[in-house]
């Protein structure tokens, strides 16, 4: 049988049992608003039994541990969702810009400068004599020509922002890595000292999630719980180590200057970002802003080739041919120039398929080169060429967009399931409170009367 003794010491243990699991919970309420804090709990067992006769009688109650509610599973989905959402969110952005700088639909876009510029070529050919019409027919071209570039210098000014952000989001890179295995080594000294350090995985986690937003990472936790967090394809912390990632400017693919790439700074092995916000500025960096540009390019080149070739074989208000219309250097849109300038160049317009000046066959002809198939353009005409253009820069944003939508709800959907199951739901805390607080007051009841006992047994002697 269980002695006085024996049962006031469970007593003991018991009030100081529940008064941490009264402490866990109050922890829980307090941090009900905490970002990135998980639930947890004090896990009470049985204490060890003691051997009696007729048999073993219950010593108490003592404490586990005090675990932390999480599930890998969901951790790492959520790893996962939140470095696509964040590519689509870098992409979605870029492109909505680039959508905007093109102005299309609408007065200020390249295809009503482009209509104009068309129209300005009609009405020259109506009256290939009148020194007005040519006027307005430079004046048209010298604004395609600032338009053309103003689009092309925006487009390049787009690639460079995105090329800026890189040094920082490496510098937040190699800060978070080296707190992680700082982390780590405070997780593995408290561990060794018999300590749940719940509130510092907390913390760990919420870096992880970071990390992730900024490139895609997988995390394996070691037996001795540290955690080793692979960063593209090769680990950046392991352990109570890190490596940390350099900025080195080179020359970017398309010969249009200097770009940022990100190293291993100990191996000198490039990082290979699959998703994360690295590889959308990349992705829009190396891929879409160039390609945009290359294509902008390409139809300048079918424009000012097409138009030359037609324009130098007229001829001019005095008779003379040959007479370029833009630059024929100006192959790009960068470089896009008017060989004849508005207020000095307008005798020289040729548009006269002979040397009379009221011929405007040769302007009708260049009228006709928007809607002609070209070969240098895949056998698109100038207007279609364009207008492909803008139609996939329109479809690429929307799209860019929807899938931002998407991974957004979908993230949502796990962060409120994970929430479910790690989060603090203050009705569940107030219900263990009461149960806790009651059990604390029947052990401090037990108290009173083992109390109660032994002083009628002292006073027995």
Request: zero cysteines.
């Amino acid at each position: 049988m269980s002695s006085l003794a024996s049962i006031l010491d469970g007593a003991r243990r018991a009030l100081n049992t529940h008064q941490l699991a009264l402490g866990v919970t109050g922890h829980n309420i307090e941090n009900v608003n905490t970002e990135g804090y998980r639930r947890q709990r004090a896990v009470l067992v049985a204490d060890q039994p003691m051997d009696r006769i007729p048999g073993q009688i219950g010593s108490g109650v003592r404490t586990l541990t005090v675990e932390q509610l999480r599930s890998d599973f969901l951790d790492r989905q959520v790893l996962g969702e939140r470095s696509d959402l964040s590519r689509s969110q870098v992409l979605s952005q870029g492109l909505q810009l680039v959508d905007s700088v093109m102005m299309e639909p609408g007065e200020e876009g390249l295809g009503a400068v482009l209509d104009r510029f068309w129209a300005g070529w009609q009405d020259v050919a109506n009256e290939p004599d009148s020194l007005a019409a040519r006027r307005v027919l430079l004046e048209t071209g010298s604004e395609l020509q600032d338009r053309i570039r103003q689009l092309d210098h925006r487009l390049d000014t787009a690639r460079e922002d995105q090329d800026q952000r890189i040094p920082s989001l490496v510098s937040r890179v190699n800060q978070i890595s080296a707190t992680l295995a700082d982390l780590n080594d405070r997780i593995q000294d408290a561990r060794n000292h018999g300590s749940s350090p719940n509130d510092l995985l907390d913390r760990r986690d919420m870096l992880v999630d970071e990390l992730a937003g900024i490139a895609d990472v997988q995390v394996y936790e070691e037996e001795n719980g540290l955690l080793r967090v692979v960063l593209g394809s090769l680990p950046v912390v392991e352990g109570v180590h890190h490596q940390e990632l350099e900025v080195r400017p080179e020359q970017d693919d398309h010969g249009e200057g200097l770009v940022n790439r990100v190293y291993w700074a100990r191996t000198g092995t490039p990082l290979q970002a699959r998703s994360g916000e690295l590889a959308a500025i990349e992705e829009l960096r190396d891929g879409n802003l160039p390609g945009l540009r290359q294509r902008l390019d390409r139809f300048v080149s079918s424009l000012v080739q097409s138009l030359n070739s037609t324009h130098q074989s007229g001829s001019d208000l005095q008779g003379r041919t040959g007479q370029a219309f833009f630059d024929p250097e100006g192959l790009t849109a960068a470089s896009l120039a008017l060989e004849l300038q508005p207020g000095e160049g307008e005798a020289r317009v040729a548009v006269s398929a002979d040397s009379g000046t009221a011929n405007g066959e040769i302007a009708l002809e260049i009228a006709a080169l928007a809607t002609r198939a070209d070969s240098r353009l895949g056998g698109l005409s100038l207007e279609a060429f364009y207008g492909e253009l803008v139609a996939e820069v329109g479809f690429r944003s929307r799209e860019a967009s929807q899938n931002e939508q998407a991974h957004t709800s979908f993230l949502a959907a796990l962060e409120e399931q994970r929430q479910s199951l790690t989060g603090v739901n203050l009705d569940e805390e107030m219900a263990e409170l009461m149960i806790q607080q009651q059990a604390y007051q029947a052990a401090g009841r037990l108290v009173n009367v083992v109390d109660e006992m032994m002083q009628t047994l002292l006073g027995l002697v």
